[in-house]
């Protein structure tokens, strides 16, 4: 089966995010002055090809921890549903 | 009233995407062969005061627009709700 996976990685609630701030500032500057807390992170999608939504859940953790998200720096949170398989 | 926007911000998918192409093949060099078609793309969170849902659609929907995505080469959808405001 295929599983398509939707993946967020935020930089952690603890941390500066410099990239989002510059984006708040700027905000203000096009009239958009009730626009704040903005964080930047990435969203990534994928096809993982597994027996079952455990195994595939299982592959997109390790995919996470192994290439791309940065632990120290981000946590990562992802959702996963089958895919219709084109007969 | 305060709402929390989150945005997501991908490439187009008629466009080549460098990044996830270069992530889908290193999938396969640390042993999840089963992972394809990575996309990345931006996730973005943010807050906005609006008197209601509607008004701080238009805002986050014209930040999107001014701002945060290069609509050439990037869509964006976004999810929105009321966030509990601490009295």
Redesign the interface.
Known sequence: MTFRASI???PLPALLDPQ?KA??S??HN?G?A?????????????????ADQASAEA??K??CE???ANQIMEAFTFTMEAVETVA
Not at 34 to 50: D, F, M, Q, W, Y
């Open positions: 967020d990685i935020m989002g984006v708040s700027n905000m096009i958009l009730s626009i704040s807390n903005v964080r930047i992170g990435k969203h990534i999608t994928l096809e993982v090809e597994a592959q997109v390790e995919a192994k290439l791309l």
